[in-house]
């Protein structure tokens, strides 16, 4: 298959050179420099070069803040039956996007990054292919990541986003306050290391990609949990309850399935 993939950071690069194993992958990027990186593929140095290279898939991995901005410059150079697709993090407008478009699509979410995953061995990894997808766009992205070794999840834009908020939203903000506290990193201790490292790889991510998963419409409920475990937590310590902490340490291995 002839593969145009649009972005070529971190996730582009990555896919463009796994996909180039396979299929016959051109790579488009505002810097050709950062395309040119990649093994294997062509170098498509500008819109006009992307459309010469009529595409059956393209791929769009720029940055979530211009992936709408990026579809709106490419689709109409691209051949009537060529499937697009993206691997957004939050879809946020991509449904409405997609609905008024006239081209097929996939929509895919790679749950890893350069920062949290070695990109070459990611068994254990997840990758979430959206329902709503073209099927036979949705059929080879779950060939490829299978192949990988990932576990597949379905869910609809709307479950997707739902899920962000948990799986994401409340973890990144639970770092975030452990990061807005600290005075002091030169602390020994090993739970302290592993929360630093964390906390370092989370703030080395795009500022917009961090602002948009925080602001997500159901990110604000996942908040309310954490603030209200925190202040009943407050209160065990304030009222020196054993008992209530031995009970709550014990809902906390009961939640992380260590009973």
């Not at 150079?77 to 008024?100: H, M, N, T, W």
């Not at 479950?159 to 908020?165: G, K, L, N, Q, T």
């Not at 080395?204 to 202040?231: A, M, P, Q």
């Not at 009961?254 to 009973?259: S, V």
């Amino acid at each position: 298959m002839k593969i145009a993939v649009v972005g070529a950071g971190h996730m582009g690069e990555w896919l463009a050179a796994k996909l180039g194993r396979s299929h016959q992958v051109g790579v488009f990027d505002i810097d050709p420099a950062r395309a040119e990186k990649v093994p294997g593929v062509a170098v498509l140095r500008d819109v006009d070069n992307l459309a010469a290279f009529r595409p059956e898939m393209l791929i769009n991995a720029v940055s979530l803040q211009k992936t709408l901005e990026a579809f709106e410059a490419v689709c109409p150079r691209l051949p009537e039956d060529c499937l697009i697709s993206d691997i957004a993090s939050v879809k946020g407008q991509l449904p409405g996007f997609y609905e008024k478009s006239p081209f097929r699509f996939a929509s895919v979410h790679p749950m890893f990054g350069p920062t949290f995953a070695e990109a070459d061995r990611l068994a254990g990894e997840n990758v979430v292919v959206i329902r709503e997808s073209d099927p036979e766009g949705a059929g080879f992205f779950r060939e490829f990541f299978a192949g990988l070794g990932l576990s597949i999840y379905e869910y609809t834009f709307a479950e997707h986003d739902r899920m962000i908020a948990y799986s994401l939203a409340m973890p990144f903000a639970s770092t975030m306050v452990f990061a807005a506290c600290l005075d002091n990193t030169a602390v020994p201790g090993t739970t302290f290391k592993k929360h630093l490292e964390i906390a370092r790889g989370l703030l080395s991510e795009d500022d917009f990609l961090l602002r948009e998963i925080l602001f997500g419409s159901h990110s604000l409920s996942e908040l309310e949990k954490v603030t209200n475990k925190l202040n009943f937590l407050k209160h065990v310590i304030q009222q020196k309850d054993g008992e209530e902490a031995i009970k709550f340490f014990n809902r906390l291995r009961k939640n992380i399935g260590q009973t």
